[in-house]
């Protein structure tokens, strides 16, 4: 780019001794400026004081032209080339979130190569998102320091090209792969004092960022960007052929009538997780009205789900444990209507589109709202809530036990009508 930019000046003599007019240059953020009309009536823009009518100040103002376009062209043509490494986080709801940083990346650069360092489990998951390029694939487990192996993958890292690294955890460790992969631009809030690891750090105002989604969002932007800044919903993408390779797997039929899904599980404890009692009220009543009920969960989950099955009676099946994250992902796009706790199934649920009802106990709304308009949140305002604790510290839990299955039958009927 340097020796390009040297040489606009013998570009812009060429260019005006061959008679050229200023009003054809390219010019990018600079006002037009036509030679033949200089105080015509109408003209776009005002021009700048220092631009006078005499040779020597069109000389000048036609090479800032220049220099302005060139640059311009220059970073443009190289856009493709820009290689992004975003560090995920380690939750699914997280990592559904961190799906509206990659859309505001490519908004800024279209061209550009977004890559992602993120647990294993993850790679279905950002599979059905089209603005990821690659998935690589985190050799330590969640809570892990292992250093050397961090340090082994950082190291292979190093001839990928990444321009910037985007570190969405707030842990030390996490920071420690694009150091070592010494990548150039290293972007993330300080965290737990991460100084020296990240050059573009960044000081988190959780009262102008109070919700997740935003604070991925805005290591996305430049650090002098208005805040809050706008978070695009997240949308994953489903394919019919996925969706029937897991209907023929799991020796599904899809119902010619409606379909409820209900998520009762919650990784992060019971203190998130509505009565299964109260699930299995809904889905009874759903199964009475001749619609077809799921149960979603994983391997932790089998219990509640067993539970809201036997309380449902006929017609509930229980696919908690059965499916892939891959394949629960495309399941829940068949949904009518969606019932669920604040976890990951959650965010899946509002990124499909999905007509969902999410219960929220001890977590906020405020903080990690399902992202869609097509949600509804069922809560009690108590004062005792949220507390982000995952058992309820006061031992009733009344902020799901006092939460009455007629609360979300009320909220299914509104996304129906």
Same mark, same amino acid.
């Given at each position: 780019?340097?020796? #390009? ?5 013998? =570009? @812009? ?14 010019? /990018? ?13 109408? =003209? ?67 061209? =550009?190569?977004?890559?992602?360092? !993120? ?22 487990? /969640? ?10 993958? !950082? ?31 290293? @972007? ?8 020296? &690891? ?40 489903? @394919? ?21 899904? &209900? ?39 089998? @219990? ?91 031992? /009733? ?13 009320? #909220? ?6």
């Amino acid at each position: 780019m340097d020796l #390009a930019l040297r040489a606009v000046p013998c =570009a @812009t003599v060429c260019f005006w001794a061959l008679g050229g007019s200023v009003a054809a240059l390219p010019h /990018h953020g600079l006002p037009r400026y036509d030679r033949l009309s200089p105080a015509a009536p109408g =003209a776009e823009t005002r021009l700048p004081a220092e631009v006078k009518h005499d040779g020597r100040s069109r000389m000048r103002y036609s090479f800032r032209c220049w220099h302005r376009a060139l640059e311009y062209y220059l970073i443009e043509s190289s856009e493709h080339t820009r290689r992004i490494l975003v560090v995920g986080p380690s939750w699914v709801g997280d990592m559904v979130m961190a799906q509206s940083l990659f859309l505001v990346l490519k908004r800024r650069h279209p061209r =550009a190569q977004i890559d992602v360092l !993120a647990p294993a489990w993850s790679g279905p998951l950002l599979e059905r998102m089209p603005e990821v390029c690659g998935v690589i694939n985190m050799p330590v487990g /969640h809570g892990q320091i292992q250093l050397k192996a961090r340090f082994r993958l !950082a190291r292979g890292l190093r001839s990928t090209g990444y321009q910037q690294a985007i570190v969405l955890p707030n842990s030390f460790k996490s920071a420690l792969v694009p150091w070592w992969a010494r990548i150039p631009q290293r @972007t993330g809030f300080v965290g737990e004092l991460r100084w020296g &690891l990240l050059n573009d750090a960044r000081r988190l105002d959780k009262r102008r960022l109070p919700m997740t989604v935003q604070r991925f969002v805005a290591l996305g932007l430049p650090a002098d960007a208005s805040l809050p800044p706008e978070a695009p919903q997240p949308r994953l993408r489903v @394919t019919e052929s996925c969706v029937r390779a897991a209907l023929d797997r799991l020796a599904l039929a899809p119902s010619a009538w409606r379909l409820l899904a &209900l998520c009762p599980g919650a990784e992060f404890g019971p203190a998130k997780r509505w009565p299964a009692e109260y699930y299995a009220e809904i889905a009874r009543q759903h199964i009475q009205q001749g619609w077809a009920v799921w149960v979603f969960g994983s391997e932790q989950d089998v @219990t509640v789900a067993d539970a809201v099955c036997q309380g449902a009676g006929a017609g509930c099946i229980n696919l908690a444990g059965r499916t892939r994250l891959h394949e629960a992902i495309d399941l829940l796009s068949l949904a009518d209507v969606v019932v669920s706790n604040d976890s990951g199934l959650m965010h899946v649920a509002a990124a499909l589109g999905r007509p969902l009802v999410a219960v929220y106990g001890s977590s906020d709304p405020q903080f990690t709202p399902p992202l869609s308009e097509h949600a509804r949140i069922a809560r009690l305002d108590l004062d005792c809530s949220p507390c982000f604790k995952r058992e309820c510290p006061l031992g /009733h839990l009344n902020c799901l036990r006092q939460l009455p299955p007629a609360r979300v039958r009320q #909220a299914i009927n509104e996304l129906l009508r």
